[in-house]
């Protein structure tokens, strides 16, 4: 394709990319890159706590404060834009074109378009969704100024090359909780995290694993270490982590979404994932561990998740059979729920059939049972990690992780 940028300044944004998972202060340079790579004017992405109504990461360029603030006049707007994308069937990494995507009679009314994008001569916006979950949200969107024109095939394809290494990013900043780690004390601050941190070399063997991974891989789940390589309780979740990190070893640019939420246990037990992360060009490699290829985030579920999450991520829903069941679990009715989501009933039915299938119950009475035995199993396994990590910080006597 005509001007597309070459694989050496994509394989620099990608890197940039996985680097601003460890460290969120460097994320206006790497939005200025994605800018520049897009020919866009402005560049914006965002990681929202939807439990308690709040920013954990928000990064801008290219729009004045002034305009910044102004944006916040049209969040009810946005919240309306939202349920488009249930409306069109894009992929995961499918990005949403605003000419494209967004019905003409909305944009004609709009007053975000009207008030704040045609003041400043912005004519499109390509924006991604790179995680939704109850309790989080994240998304990246660019602009258009009206100098360059509509956006064109040459970004979507941009955008679909690099939406699966934002959300790899993006999903292990909200493991970390968006804390910025200092090059000089990464590998302290990682043995302070509770979520478990793995380092492998380009074979899965483990060079260093932190307090939190280490009380995992001694109790033998939800990792557990085979001949000094790292496995997970499932087995096809092995094989896939062995897979990322073959990949990892280069640039990462070849994983695609190959490594990320990994589901490391067996459908009904208490669910962790996994996301691994390629030590790109060094730059943290050179600070941690030399022999380190690859770093492996393991974490239950967000602590935040209600119980239909976690339930929805142990059976494998749906987005949308997760939204069904935490209205049922709330205690409304089928059709209740279908009218607060904005859906048909016949839809919700749909969702409900699907959720007794995949969990195995047939009654909405059994499934507030599992979730309320779920829930208490994740609460014993978090309380179970968290006396093993107290009881291996205070054995100054054990010898280090291998």
């Excluded at 300044?9 to 200025?32: H, K, R, V």
């Excluded at 049209?74 to 939202?82: L, M, P, S």
């Excluded at 109790?219 to 979740?237: D, E, K, N, Q, V």
């Excluded at 992360?277 to 600070?287: A, C, D, F, I, S």
């Amino acid at each position: 394709m005509a001007n597309f940028p070459s694989q050496e300044a994509l394989s620099e944004t990608i890197g940039s990319i996985y680097e601003c998972a460890l460290d969120p202060a460097l994320w206006e340079e790497t939005l200025d890159r994605i800018r520049s790579l897009m020919k866009s004017c402005n560049a914006q992405l965002g990681l929202f706590d939807l439990v308690n109504k709040r920013a954990l990461l928000e990064k801008s360029v290219g729009i004045d404060p002034y305009w910044l603030e102004r944006q916040t006049d049209h969040q009810a707007e946005f919240a309306t834009w939202e349920r488009l994308p249930q409306a069109i069937p894009l992929s995961p990494d499918e990005p949403q074109v605003r000419s494209r995507d967004l019905p003409p009679e909305i944009a004609k009314t709009s007053r975000y378009v009207a008030e704040w994008g045609n003041p400043q001569g912005i004519v499109d916006s390509l924006g991604m969704v790179l995680l939704h979950t109850p309790t989080r949200h994240a998304q990246v969107g660019v602009g258009r100024h009206r100098s360059v024109g509509l956006i064109t095939e040459r970004e979507i394809r941009l955008g679909r090359l690099l939406a699966p290494h934002l959300r790899r990013a993006v999903t292990i900043s909200n493991i970390l909780e968006v804390k910025s780690l200092e090059a000089d004390t990464a590998q302290q601050a990682f043995d302070a995290l509770e979520a478990g941190v793995v380092l492998t070399d380009g074979r899965a063997r483990i060079v260093h694993a932190n307090v939190a991974a280490e009380a995992m891989l001694r109790a033998g789940a939800p990792i557990r270490r085979a001949a000094g390589t790292l496995h997970a309780s499932a087995a096809a979740a092995t094989m896939e982590l062995h897979a990322a990190i073959g990949l990892a070893t280069g640039n990462g640019s070849a994983m695609g979404g190959v490594g990320l939420a990994v589901r490391l246990t067996e459908t009904g037990h208490p669910p962790a994932l996994a996301s691994v992360l390629p030590l790109h060009g060094g730059t943290m490699r050179g600070h941690l561990e030399p022999r380190a290829r690859a770093i492996i985030f393991v974490s239950a579920v967000d602590a935040g998740a209600g119980d239909a999450e976690v339930l929805g991520i142990a059976f494998g829903l749906t987005r949308a059979e997760i939204q069904v069941l935490g209205m049922l679990l709330a205690g409304h009715t089928l059709a209740e729920s279908a009218a607060i989501l904005g859906t048909a009933r016949t839809t919700a039915k749909t969702h409900l059939g699907n959720i007794f299938a995949k969990t195995g119950v047939s009654r909405q009475s059994d499934l507030v049972g599992l979730a309320s035995r779920l829930s208490a199993q994740m609460g014993r396994l978090r309380a179970q990690e968290t006396t093993s990590m107290k009881a291996r910080a205070c054995s100054p006597g054990e010898s280090g992780p291998a």
